[in-house]
T-cell receptor
Framework: GNSVTQMEGPVTLSEEAFLTINCTYT??????LFWYVQYPGEGLQLLLK?????DKGSNKGFEATYRKETTSFHLEKGSVQVSDSAVYFC???????????FGQGTTLQVKP | DVKVTQSSRYLVKRTGEKVFLECVQD?????MFWYRQDPGLGLRLIYF???????EKGDIPEGYSVSREKKERFSLILESASTNQTSMYLC?????????????FGAGTRLSVL
C-alpha cells in the first residue's frame, strides 16, 4: 500500500541553523510528492512539490528532491528563521487518484 | 486566491448530538475532501467528493457521513457524536482529479465532544 513516514519531532533549532526533515514513502506506480506547512492557528498550505523522479521542488528557501532510488523526499533549508516555526507534513498523491496520503507531521520550533 | 471557509473554528458538543461541519470553497473546484488531524497521526481522509451528489469513503469513514448538494459546499455529519471524535477537522478542495493536483485547505474546526 501507500504510506509516508516522517522523522519524529519536535525539532528545535536556533535561528540561521540548517534544517533537514526526513521523509520516506512507500507507493505503487509513480506518485507525486508534496510538502505542506501548517502555521499556528491556520490550515495547511502547499510549500513545494515534485511530480517525477529527480525533480527538485523549491519555495521560500526550502528545497526537496524526489529520490526514487531511496524513496525519499527530505525537506531542507539552509538558514531557518523564527517565522519558519510550524508543523511540516510530507504527502504523496498516488498516480491518477487526486487523493493525498500524509505523514504524521513534524513540528519545527526556531528560537531567536 | 482560493478560499476554503469552514463555518466554525471551535465547536463543543455533547455525546449523542448530531453535528454538522460546513465547508465552502469559492473557486468552482470539482473535488472536496474532509480530513481529521490528530497528534502523531497526521491527516486521515474521512470522505471525499469528485462532483455534486457524489461521495466516496476515505480511510476512516465510520461514524461520519457527508453531503454535497451544491458544488461549492461539502458538509461533514456526525450522526451521533462520540468522545473519540474529538479532533481537528480540515476541509480541502482541488480543481481536478489528476494526481498532480494541489489541495487547498480551510483553517480547520476544532471539535470537542464531551
Amino acid at each position: 500500500g501507500n504510506s509516508v513516514t516522517q522523522m519524529e519531532g519536535p525539532v528545535t533549532l536556533s535561528e540561521e541553523a540548517f534544517l533537514t526533515i526526513n521523509c520516506t514513502y512507500t507507493a505503487t506506480g509513480y506518485p507525486s510528492l508534496f510538502w505542506y506547512v501548517q502555521y499556528p492557528g491556520e490550515g495547511l498550505q502547499l510549500l513545494l512539490k515534485a511530480t517525477k523522479a529527480d525533480d527538485k521542488g523549491s519555495n521560500k528557501g526550502f528545497e526537496a528532491t524526489y529520490r526514487k532510488e531511496t524513496t525519499s523526499f527530505h525537506l531542507e533549508k539552509g538558514s531557518v528563521q523564527v517565522s519558519d516555526s510550524a508543523v511540516y507534513f510530507c504527502a504523496l498523491s498516488p498516480s491518477n487518484t487526486g487523493k493525498l496520503i500524509f505523514g504524521q507531521g513534524t513540528t519545527l520550533q526556531v528560537k531567536p | 486566491d482560493v478560499k476554503v471557509t469552514q463555518s466554525s473554528r471551535y465547536l463543543v458538543k455533547r455525546t449523542g448530538e448530531k453535528v454538522f461541519l460546513e465547508c465552502v470553497q469559492d473557486m468552482d473546484h470539482e473535488n472536496m475532501f474532509w480530513y481529521r488531524q490528530d497528534p502523531g497521526l497526521g491527516l486521515r481522509l474521512i470522505y471525499f467528493s469528485y462532483d455534486v451528489k457524489m461521495k466516496e469513503k476515505g480511510d476512516i469513514p465510520e461514524g461520519y457521513s457527508v453531503s454535497r448538494e451544491k458544488k461549492e459546499r461539502f458538509s461533514l455529519i456526525l450522526e451521533s457524536a462520540s468522545t473519540n471524535q474529538t479532533s481537528m477537522y480540515l476541509c480541502a478542495s482541488s480543481p481536478e482529479v489528476l494526481a498532480k493536483n494541489i489541495q487547498y485547505f480551510g483553517a480547520g474546526t476544532r471539535l470537542s465532544v464531551l
